[in-house]
Every structure is written in structure tokens, then in C-alpha cells.
């Protein structure tokens, strides 16, 4: 593995205004991260790349005004679908391709009774997907040597409304992408717990 998408990545707060970020390796990245696990393989989510002048403009006041919406070529909004287990969600049709029916009837009730029993459930099934999905382009990104920066500093109310998201999805995260601007230095990395502060072995 290459450890050093780990030890590169940075939430970069200065892009590069000057550098625009391809569209091929734009797609290589999401079909990279696309590879991200999620529940019983049913990749419950949707993402806005905001691209356009205009659409960065309609974005920043929904993202407290951070700097990173206008300078970085590309951010992502990154939505999780609550709903995406149920019975009708089309995914299952693919996934059927290859499970075969039987097997997929048999993980749609086990979804279904795993996430579909409260709106708790149901949230979670969407941000904690969705979540996986942000960290895995991050680290895709940075594999195309891309730089990145989430954010969770957004005003997630005014967004789903704005985008006119379906009842049943829920905004995730915002992720930026591009390249770091060279001229303008990061903090240092800051302080990170080590494995044994964090963990109990039981
Ligand atoms: C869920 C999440 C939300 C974040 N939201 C913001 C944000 O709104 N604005 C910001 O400047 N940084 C945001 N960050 C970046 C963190 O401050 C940053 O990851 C942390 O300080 C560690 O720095 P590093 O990523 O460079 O190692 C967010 C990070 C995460 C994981």
C-alpha cells in the first residue's frame, strides 16, 4: 500500500487559482473512489461537483463563505440517500445481476430490518456511506497527486433546499478539490492521538 496518501494528504486550505484540475483525471478519481465499501454494496449516495463560476457564487454564502468554494477547481457536495436500501431502489437491479434474485430478496428484508426500522437508522445508513464515500475520494485524490479539504462548516438546511434534494437524501459533506497554492503555506500537521491512545484491546 502506499502509505504515503496518508502521510500527504492535508486539508488544503489555499488552491490554486491558476491550475485547473482535468476532467479525465476528475473521473478517474470518483471511478477510483467508487471502489469505496458500503452497506450490502448499495452505494446509497449522489454527488454534485460544483464547477462553474456561477455555480461556486450559488454555493459560497451556503458554505459560510469559505474562500476554498472559489479557489479550488471543483467541490463536490456529497449527498446520502436515507432510502437507498428499500425495496425499490434501483441499485438493486444491478446488484441482482450478480447475487441472483434470491440471494438479493434475502439482503433487501435484512436492509430493510437492519436500517428501515427508525429515521435514526435511516440517517445514519446515509451519512455513514456517504461519510466513506467523502474519505475515499480524498484519498483517490491524493493518489492522482490531488489535493483536498472537507468541510462540514456549511449550512446543510439552506444546501438541501437550494439543490432541491429529495426528502429522503441528506447532505453529507463538501469536498474540495485541487491543488494546493505552493505560495501559501499550511499549518503544520497538527496533533494526532497515536493507535494506543485511542484504542483498547479487550
Ligand atoms: C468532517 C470534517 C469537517 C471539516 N470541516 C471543515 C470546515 O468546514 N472548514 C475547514 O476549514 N476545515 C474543515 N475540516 C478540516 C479539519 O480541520 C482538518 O481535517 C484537521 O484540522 C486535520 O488537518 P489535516 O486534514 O490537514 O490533517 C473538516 C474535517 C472533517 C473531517
Not at 445481476?97 to 446515509?126: N, P
Request: proline share 3%; glycine share 6%; hydrophobic share 35%.
Amino acid at each position: 500500500m502506499n502509505k504515503k496518501i496518508f502521510t500527504e494528504r492535508r486539508s488544503v486550505n489555499f488552491f490554486d487559482t491558476s491550475r485547473e484540475l482535468d476532467k479525465e483525471t476528475f473521473n478517474s478519481i470518483m471511478d477510483l473512489a467508487s471502489l469505496t465499501p458500503s452497506s450490502f454494496n448499495l452505494q446509497p449516495w449522489r454527488v454534485i461537483a460544483v464547477h462553474s463560476e456561477k455555480e461556486k457564487e450559488r454555493l459560497l454564502p451556503l458554505a459560510w463563505n469559505q474562500p476554498k468554494i472559489k479557489e479550488a477547481p471543483y467541490t463536490l457536495i456529497i449527498i446520502g440517500d436515507k432510502s437507498g436500501f428499500k425495496e425499490n431502489a434501483a441499485i438493486w437491479n444491478k446488484l441482482e445481476e450478480g447475487l441472483g434474485k434470491e440471494t438479493a430478496d434475502k439482503l433487501k428484508g435484512m436492509a430493510e430490518g437492519l436500517y428501515g426500522t427508525s429515521d435514526e437508522r435511516m440517517t445514519r445508513f446515509a451519512l455513514t456511506n456517504g461519510s466513506l464515500l467523502a474519505m475515499s475520494i480524498m484519498y483517490a485524490a491524493k493518489a492522482f497527486g490531488v489535493d483536498s479539504h472537507t468541510m462540514s462548516g456549511i449550512d446543510y438546511e439552506a444546501i438541501k433546499k437550494e439543490y432541491k434534494l429529495n426528502d429522503s437524501e441528506e447532505v453529507v459533506l463538501l469536498v474540495s478539490l485541487g491543488y494546493h497554492d505552493n505560495s501559501k503555506e499550511l499549518y503544520p500537521r497538527g496533533y494526532r492521538k497515536t493507535g494506543s491512545e485511542f484504542i483498547e484491546v479487550i
